[in-house]
């Protein structure tokens, strides 16, 4: 066992493939941008920023022996995100996530190949089980199984935080909301796990309030342009984004669920739910401003720098 506290990691990780379009997009035609490979999956994103933000973090995932897998081990050793509990599979093709993204950075189309995330069962969770209860947090993604999801929550002894990842993968934790700790769903998944179409701030705390009543203890619930809905200990609150000039949206809603992490493991006095929100809005803010899924420049300075704008807000 560790000397040391650190957090856990369930879930996918991938070879992402970005098409970044320029200053005009075109629907079913070529655009001209820029086409770039880095590493992905909502897990590893969220590993990754972890160790940006200095918390000790080992990823519990799967990889191919194929030249992608080479590439994930590589560049993982080189983020400090430690695979010890990882497994290689022989013969399997490694996880690859295809996306393209318009001229203000949304993304218009994406296909995953994540077939390898089935290996991630109960039995390869039973082998690590003991290490994952000796952790401060355990972190999972929607794309481990059903089933495993289900085991984990029924044996796993420390506070689970979950990111449902999709509307298709939110089904997955249905089951056992009850038992998260911290879930980070946005509007769609929201909605489908609850039954409330959300269409404004009104409607999103309805859905909140559902999610807090079927058993969890924090939701935070991102509302994309508008901000994120916060709830915890009886209370509600929303945090409005920072302004930022967008490049690329994918992947500030694991940079937010990393921060909301970081936020619980370094401040283990507990900070007020509203300055939590602000710290995951700062950090997604970062993040959106690069064409990567994680920001090279993340970091706790550049974080708790960009968070005071909100007090300079106050202060106006």
């Not at 070529?30 to 940006?52: P, R």
């Not at 089904?171 to 911290?182: A, H, Q, S």
């Not at 993040?287 to 090279?296: A, C, F, L, M, R």
């Amino acid at each position: 066992m560790k000397d040391e506290r650190y957090v856990v990691v369930v879930g996918g990780m991938n070879v992402d493939i970005a098409g970044l379009c320029g200053d005009v997009f075109r629907e079913k035609d070529s655009n001209m941008g820029c086409i770039q490979m880095t590493l992905g999956g909502v897990g590893q994103n969220i590993a990754q920023n972890l160790t940006l933000l200095h918390v000790p973090t080992y990823f519990i995932g799967v990889y191919g022996d194929d030249c992608f897998g080479g590439i994930l081990v590589t560049k993982c050793k080189e983020f400090g995100i430690s695979l010890d509990y990882s497994q290689c599979i022989h013969g399997a093709k490694s996880s690859s996530y295809l996306y393209v993204t318009d001229d203000k950075g949304e993304m218009v189309a994406a296909v995953n190949d994540m077939k390898i995330t089935e290996n991630l069962t109960p039995e390869f969770l039973r082998d690590r089980i003991d290490f994952i209860n000796q952790a401060a947090a355990c972190v999972v993604d929607g794309n481990v199984p059903q089933e495993s999801i289900e085991w984990l929550a029924d044996h796993c002894a420390v506070p689970i935080f979950a990111d449902p990842v999709s509307v298709m993968k939110a089904g997955r934790f249905e089951g056992v909301l009850d038992r998260i700790d911290t879930f980070k769903p946005n509007e769609l998944e929201a909605g489908y796990l609850t039954g409330v179409k959300i269409v404004d701030e009104e409607t999103a705390r309805e859905a909140v309030e559902i999610l807090v009543k079927k058993g969890m203890k924090h939701v935070f619930l991102s509302l994309g342009a508008n901000g994120m809905l916060c709830a915890g200990n009886g209370e509600v609150c929303k945090v409005d984004p920072l302004p930022t000039d967008v490049v690329s949206v994918n992947g500030a809603g694991d940079c937010s669920m990393a921060t909301i992490i970081w936020a619980r493991f370094a401040y283990q006095d507990g900070l007020p739910l509203k300055r939590i929100g602000q710290l995951a809005q700062a950090a997604s803010s970062l993040t959106v401003e690069v064409p990567q899924s994680v920001s090279p420049g993340l970091s706790v300075e550049t974080v708790l720098e960009r968070s005071r704008l909100y007090q300079s807000e106050v202060a106006t």
